[in-house]
């Protein structure tokens, strides 16, 4: 299968990790967001990427140009028609999603596949405000996207066979990550498991039971765990953890899905993790802790 070119609307945290995938990758990715302020702002964010990995020898300058290259910023959607594949990766709102994706329906070819990379809404009713909703599919990356080589590739309910099989091979050759069918439920499988993780920590927290610090350790130490669950709710945004704890307590409406008052706080305070420097730890410009 050959794809050389793919669109990602929404260059925030994910879509940065994802246009930085692809165009590495090989691809001509086409960005689009709310202004070219925001896209000028996430290039330069994927360029720092790239020195940190020059830093530690895993990338050259003359690779790190090429990816560069490959990164073509777009006035608008309407842009974007040419592109094989086109992924969606804006903020958790399901009315803004869907103006995307009718207007994405309108503008790309009936061979474009559509596809979000929503963690928590549901691909059916995304795709039906589509004249093609079989097109429409769930590519749903897990962070750090250029690190984590896993992709849930979510069926909504009419999704096509030929849609499935299309994602599939993109992102097992084209990307080269591995990829898991996932019929549409709310958090689908690993953020429904991993915000339970995080919410049941910081219950554990509130309790007194042990520290912010000792619960990350217990976990990373314990269980061999990249970050403990506190660390990673400051990498993956705690505004984010909340609002896909919420929906998920709306959808199932099991208690378990109950965002912990800790968290509320944390993102009533501005405390959002790494995108604002603190969260339950403290952060540099680079991501890293201090």
């Not at 990427?49 to 990816?67: G, M």
């Not at 305070?269 to 201090?290: C, E, N, Q």
């Amino acid at each position: 299968m050959t794809v050389r070119k793919a669109g990602v609307i929404g260059i925030g945290t994910m879509g940065q990790g994802i246009a930085e995938m692809l165009a590495f990758k090989g691809l001509d990715v086409y960005l689009v967001d709310q202004s070219e302020d925001k896209l000028a702002a996430a290039i330069a964010q994927i360029e720092l990427s790239l020195d940190k990995q020059i830093e530690k020898w895993a990338l050259t300058q003359a690779e790190k140009k090429q990816v560069l290259n490959r990164l073509h910023p777009m006035k608008g959607i309407d842009e974007l028609a040419g592109c094989e594949f086109v992924i969606e990766t804006i903020t958790e709102e399901l009315e803004a999603k869907k103006a995307i994706f009718e207007e994405l329906d309108r503008v790309c070819g009936p061979e474009v596949i559509l596809a979000s990379n929503t963690s928590t809404l549901s691909l059916t009713e995304l795709a039906s405000v589509t004249a093609r909703p079989e097109r429409v599919i769930g590519m749903h990356f897990v962070y750090p996207v250029t690190k984590n080589d896993l992709v849930e590739i979510v069926r909504g309910l009419q999704t096509s066979d030929a849609t499935f099989e299309r994602t599939k091979q993109f992102i097992e050759v084209v990307t080269n990550k591995k990829g898991v069918m996932v019929f549409e439920s709310p958090g689908f499988v690993t953020t429904r498991l991993i915000c339970l993780f995080i919410n049941e920590a910081l219950h554990v927290l509130e309790e007194g039971v042990a520290s912010v610090e000792d619960i990350d350790s217990a976990m990373r130490i314990g269980y061999s765990f990249q970050y403990g669950p506190f660390e990673m709710a400051d990498r993956f945004g705690l505004d984010s953890v909340l609002a896909a704890l919420e929906r998920m307590f709306r959808e199932y409406g099991e208690l378990k899905y109950r965002p912990s008052i800790v968290l509320k706080k944390m993102v009533r305070a501005g405390h959002l993790g790494v995108k604002t420097g603190i969260g339950f730890f403290k952060y540099d410009k680079d991501g890293d802790r201090t």
